[in-house]
């Protein structure tokens, strides 16, 4: 059985793995790094789809000290990267909330993270790409080389090829502490302004909103972080913190929003009233559930969803009240909220962000009435020109999905370029882009 | 500093036990058959060394079912590290029980690459490291030789004589300087085991390189990896052959 990282859906299927990408992507259908999407974009269109799993092609290239450009083979994860580099002076230009998630995957979601108004999409920073197309060639593509490949690979949720190996030029780095501030805002209005503002100044920003205290005001935390120089992190050698294992799967009457108010209530509690600011690692500021290990097992075992969708800024937040509504009366919870705003849209043909906010909700499954949340909003959603992430998604109709992203149509056309056959597909592109079972 | 030569130490787990020796400053010769993967390997080792240049690994060709590259291919690693005190046979062959029915060569394969060769080899190995005045030979055994199960019959078989042989050699040459560490490693997520259900307990490869390297450093004759598994295969050593006959696995 395989699954994404949300555990809903699990499909009948099996990964193969190997250290040689170039000898294994042969004939497959799909390729998958850590697993780490949160629906179905890893999982095969069918069982007995050849599915090439990358996590075991993890060696590094070549690494240009001067210029940071690291070639490195599609498997290897961003933690391996930041754990080989970042004591030399080097983080990843963009990175999303995890580090368990391959070069490869990274292009193929083109990943953002709390840098995107200055850093742009992971893809943003990517040289040079080497995969194999449907058609079995292995073909180079970069923005000189076969833009229109590069572009459609950036981004492109794997269907375009299976990427072999990426350059990506890594950020050099004043010292390997983060400095962070966080700030506590009594509701949206206020949050999403001071997100804002914080962005003009910082390069790293985030909010957590609190959906259920508060009569749902929205108050929520700020969060802003720029990398230390060296003198304020005063030459602390950095030592990554001990991975735990999340024991099991939490049972599903656990779950509840009472159990959750009381979690946001201890966040708030945490951060107080007040702006607290501090040198921190960068474990804690980029990636605070990385240390434990298996934490979707949280969700209990029918699984979670995240959705994740961005709106134009001309949305307005009637908007986001409206959206966090529609899930409450449906009687969905929403968990943990996140949001962030994005700055200018990336190269990539079908890549996620674009101006505006985006915001993140995760839910439990629950038999029935999730889907008709995502219906509901994404309704909502398409009204206001918005579109959802590929990499969380589970639960989008095709219809919905076409109405959001009018990029779909051009990208197929490409992807038929150096797929003729239509041999690579995976379960979301058969759920969203037409593609046959 | 360790000067080690590295069988198998292109993929698995001994490509996790190699970047855990450079990452320190060992100097690391990797062995293998195909110089293209041997090159590759040394070039991500070279990339991740902290100080570039100063502690490059090397390479050597060997071909486990060759007995003949295995002189050559230790001298060679000798003489690109100034010595050589340290061994490591990660590589191996794998079949399921059913697998090796059906194909004879590869049942020819894992017999003698898990068995006759890599002993021919450590004897290689053993000679030169006792006559440097000792050091440390470390090879990957498998829980699958603590006791036969259904899937694993000649797998089993394979690691239970390695094992057999790598206590032997612990027995007499111990006080000759040579330390032997038999490693057993549980399920173990490589391309070797793809494709297998997953048992409870299993590992990334580079969760289980830090206590092999430890093992090497202290010479311990023989460990589990990760450690659960003494426990485990302390029970299934126990069960009786009428449990194990039931079973399925």
Known sequence: MLSGWGRWPMVPGRELLSEDLASLTVGASLTRGLGRSYGDASLPSTPDARVAGTRLADRVIAFDAETGILRAEAGLSLRDVNRTYLPRGWFVPVTPGTSFVTLGGAVASDVHGKNHHSAGTFGRHVRRLRLRTGAGDIVEASPEVEPDLFDATVGGMGLTGHMLDVDVALRRVPSPWIASETEYVPDLEALIARLLEAGKTWPYTLAWMDALGAGGRGRGVVYRGRWAEAEEAGGRPLTWPREVVFPMAVPYWALSPFGMRWFNELVLWRYGRRVTRAIVHPQTFFYPLDSLLEWNKAYGRRGFTQYQCVLPHRAGLAVFRKVFQTIAARGGAPYVVVIKDFGAEGRGTLSFPCPGITFSIDMPVAEGKTQAIVDAVNDLVAAEGGRVYLTKDAFTRAEHYRAMDPRVDRFNAMRRRWDPEGRIRSALSVRLLGDAA | ?249
């Not at chain 2, 070279?46 to 486990?64: E, Q």
């Not at chain 2, 060569?105 to 898990?114: E, K």
């Not at chain 2, 004897?123 to 000792?134: D, S």
Request: proline share 4%; aromatic share 6%; glycine share 10%.
């Open chain 2, 1 to 249: 500093m360790k000067r080690i030569a590295i069988v198998g130490g292109t993929k698995g787990i001994g490509r996790a036990v190699a970047r855990l020796f450079v990452a320190r400053g060992d100097r690391v010769a990797l062995l293998g058959r195909d110089t293209g993967d041997l090159a590759a390997s040394a070039a991500d080792l070279a990339a991740r060394a902290t100080s570039a240049g100063a502690s490059a690994p090397v390479t050597a060709v060997l071909d486990l079912e060759r007995t003949e590259t295995f002189a050559t291919a230790l001298d060679e690693a000798a003489r690109q590290l100034g010595g050589l005190d340290t061994v490591v046979v990660t590589a191996g062959a794998f079949g399921t029980q059913d697998a090796l029915e059906a194909d004879a060569a590869a049942r020819a394969r894992v017999l003698s690459t898990n068995f006759t060769q890599t002993i021919l080899f450590c004897e290689v190995a053993r000679t030169r490291l006792l006559a440097a005045g000792g050091g440390t030979l470390c090879v990957l055994g498998s829980v699958a030789g603590d006791r036969a199960r259904k899937p694993v019959v000649i797998y089993g078989a394979t690691k239970a004589g390695l094992a057999y042989y790598m206590h032997g050699i612990d027995l007499r040459d111990r006080d000759a300087g040579l330390r032997a560490v038999l490693v057993k490693p549980g399920f173990v997520r490589t391309g070797m085991t793809a494709g297998l259900p997953e048992p409870p307990f299993a590992a990334n490869p580079e969760d289980v390189a830090p206590a092999i390297v430890r093992a090497i450093d202290r010479g311990t004759p023989q460990i589990y990896v990760p450690a659960i598994w003494r426990l485990v295969m302390l029970v299934i050593r126990w069960l009786p052959g009428a449990v194990m006959r039931r079973v399925k696995f």
